[in-house]
């Protein structure tokens, strides 16, 4: 049997989101949601994943895995 490698998913889009709306929406697409900075309240103002800062205007070319860590920073 070959492993063809972590079921990869597609990141939601977040963008002009509050900090308790992308944290519900990221765990909705089945990703851990790590530390958060800030008042959530607030518009998201940049996140990591796979240990890669994201900021609006990004694009992933290759979403990170499932289960795969996002912390943000609102």
Request: glycine share 16%; proline share 7%.
């Amino acid at each position: 049997v070959v492993s063809k490698g972590p079921e990869m998913v597609a990141l939601p889009n977040v963008t002009g989101l509050n900090g308790l709306a992308v944290v519900a929406a990221l765990k909705q697409a089945g990703f851990t949601v790590g530390a958060t900075v800030g008042d959530l309240a607030k518009p998201l103002v940049s996140m990591t994943v796979g240990g890669k800062v994201v900021i609006e205007g990004d694009c992933l070319m290759m979403p990170p895995a499932r289960g795969q860590g996002v912390a943000g920073t609102a």
